[in-house]
């Protein structure tokens, strides 16, 4: 036993999953410098095997990312972890995570297998991974509600076989906190070889235990090693939230005993960009990275922390990057100054094209906001306009009309391809008058399933609006983000970019839960 707890990010796997969440390659290797930039231990980059985008997503962070384990996900089958060993070759410490359903539903409804069946290719996949890369970890899905002696057959064969590292979903979000705990001690004292392998957990957070029961499993089953997601991001209910396990375990060391490398002043900045480039937005009172996560608004309270900070607060806002919120650029700064903040933010874009589109919007920003805050920035980057080259659907212009009394009209221009198309319509305020005239000429049939506005910066109606617009067609989901001072402009940037997306059409293989 460690004292050390190794911390285990699946943002770039398990958070994709997310409906509408899927990323690009660019977007996934910047997410993955931040993480560096975060020192987590292992990042999960994705499941090469699942599409050629996601294989060269993969291969992408393997090539570029040092600091960390580049980990890809595999099916316990030659073929998924052929391709992972493949997309992990320029990696400097590389990991396979294979895995396989044990639970008696999974294997009878899902797999249609016999346990035996699932037995034989457990520990052949742990063989056959383990003669091409030295750490390999191995998951039994929906693990907690397996049978515990078919789960301890399973894993002490496959630690023989060479599985370094044995994860215990509990895929569902099933289980509570001493149960999960005890179910993991049990397994290990159980099991004669299983402290030749370092032992996890992957908690999903149906029941909003996640993070409750990840911490169990550390504290009362001996894992050292938490497999979580930035803003606990991730299908359904989502994942363990990396933040707030990273904080409960820094904030209360007298309990957990337990040392981590992460930098924890990264966290906020990783959260914006997570929430930035998924569209997912990160709920106000959320813990460590809500924008009310330090805001004292009873009078008692803000009289205590103006007293002592510690009366109300046991963590410092400072400590988890939000002193980073600043002003840092504006109208008079220049391409280098630009640059240099891209750098310290972590964004690297590919080419000088990409850089002087970025700037040049930048240059547009600052003509009519003051004020350029480094959130600002991030969802300047993370405009799918800037790499507009790249996008098949793109913004060119818009005008609308609105006044009281009168019905809101649009007028868009906006290009397909190497076309430009003009369209207008009415509707029932402006941003409804803007997607109805872009729909009237695409007639492309998508189902809204979710439309918010979200502010970037605080404390001025000056802020820039971020919007996030969900659409579903043919059984895809997918976010469009845009970002403008320009409410109804944003709405028409994260439509186009929507589509965009549903244009690529990437077909992805589902994963584990």
């Known amino acids: 036993m460690t004292d050390?707890?190794?911390?285990?990010?699946?943002?770039?796997?398990?958070?994709?999953?997310?409906?509408?969440?899927?990323?690009?390659?660019?977007?996934?290797?910047?997410?993955?410098?931040?993480?560096?930039?975060?020192?987590?231990?292992v990042i999960e980059a994705g499941f090469a095997a699942s599409s050629n985008g996601d294989f060269e997503a993969v291969k992408s962070i393997a090539d570029h990312i040092k600091d960390a384990t580049v980990c890809s996900l595999a099916r316990a089958n030659d073929r998924d972890i052929g391709r992972a060993?493949?997309?992990?070759?320029?990696?400097?410490?590389s990991r396979i995570h294979t895995f396989i359903a044990t639970s008696a539903l999974h294997m009878e409804k899902k797999l249609r297998m016999t346990p035996d069946q699932v037995f034989e290719q457990a520990k052949l996949a742990v063989r056959f991974a383990r003669n091409l890369c030295d750490d390999i970890e191995f998951s039994p899905e929906d693990g907690y509600r397996s049978d515990p002696d078919f789960l301890c057959r399973v894993l002490e064969t496959v630690i023989a076989e060479g599985a370094?590292?044995?994860?215990?979903?509990?895929?569902v979000g099933y289980a509570v906190p001493e149960l999960y705990g005890e179910f993991i001690r049990?397994?290990?004292?159980?099991?004669?070889?299983?402290?030749?392998?370092?032992?996890?957990?992957?908690?999903?957070?149906d029941l909003g235990m996640a993070v409750a029961n990840s911490l169990a499993g550390v504290k009362l089953g001996g894992a050292r090693q938490i497999e979580c997601t930035i803003n606990g991001l991730g299908e359904r209910a989502g994942n363990c939230a990396l933040e707030e396990v990273v904080m409960a375990l820094r904030t209360r060391r007298d309990y957990f005993g337990l040392t981590l490398g992460i930098d924890a002043t990264q966290i906020v900045p990783a959260s914006r960009m997570v929430s930035q480039t998924t569209g997912f937005v990160v709920q106000p009172n959320k813990?460590?990275?809500?924008?009310?996560?330090?805001?004292?608004?009873?009078?008692?309270?803000?009289?205590?922390v103006l007293k002592a900070r510690d009366t109300y607060e046991i963590m410092r806002a400072e400590d988890v990057g939000w002193a980073a919120n600043k002003i840092v650029l504006g109208?008079?700064?220049?391409?280098?100054a630009f640059k240099q903040r891209l750098q310290e933010l972590a964004i690297e874009l590919e080419s000088e094209a990409e850089i002087n589109a970025a700037f040049a919007r930048f240059k547009d920003l600052a003509d009519r906001k003051s004020e350029i805050f480094d959130e600002d920035i991030l969802a300047l980057v993370s405009d799918e306009s800037v790499t507009a080259v790249r996008e098949h659907y793109r913004l060119v212009s818009l005008s609308q009309r609105s006044e009281t009394g009168e019905r809101?009209?649009?007028?868009?221009?906006?290009?397909?391809?190497?076309?430009?198309?003009?369209?207008?319509?009415?509707?029932?305020?402006?941003?409804?008058?803007?997607?109805?005239?872009?729909?009237?000429k695409l007639q492309t049939g998508v189902e809204?399933?979710?439309?918010?506005?979200n502010a970037i910066t605080s404390g001025s109606t000056e802020s820039q609006g971020e919007v996030t617009v969900r659409l579903q067609h043919s059984g895809r989901v997918v976010n469009g983000v845009g970002s403008d001072p320009d409410i109804v402009v944003a709405s028409a940037k994260a439509y186009l970019a929507a589509l965009n997306k549903l244009h690529s059409n990437v077909d992805r293989v589902a994963a584990q839960g």
């Open 4 to 41: 050390k707890l190794i911390i285990f990010d699946t943002t770039l796997r398990d958070g994709e999953q997310s409906p509408g969440a899927s990323m690009t390659k660019d977007e996934k290797l910047r997410i993955a410098r931040q993480l560096e930039r975060l020192r987590v231990d």
């Open 85 to 93: 060993a493949e997309a992990l070759k320029g990696a400097a410490r």
């Open 164 to 171: 370094t590292t044995l994860n215990i979903p509990d895929t």
């Open 186 to 205: 049990t397994l290990r004292e159980r099991i004669p070889n299983s402290d030749k392998a370092i032992w996890s957990v992957h908690c999903h957070n």
């Open 287 to 304: 813990a460590v990275v809500g924008a009310n996560a330090f805001a004292h608004a009873s009078g008692i309270h803000q009289d205590g």
């Open 331 to 336: 109208k008079l700064s220049g391409r280098n």
């Open 408 to 440: 809101p009209f649009a007028s868009v221009v906006f290009a397909a391809g190497e076309q430009e198309h003009r369209a207008e319509s009415d509707g029932n305020g402006p941003v409804d008058a803007s997607l109805k005239a872009i729909e009237s």
């Open 448 to 453: 809204m399933l979710l439309y918010s506005v």
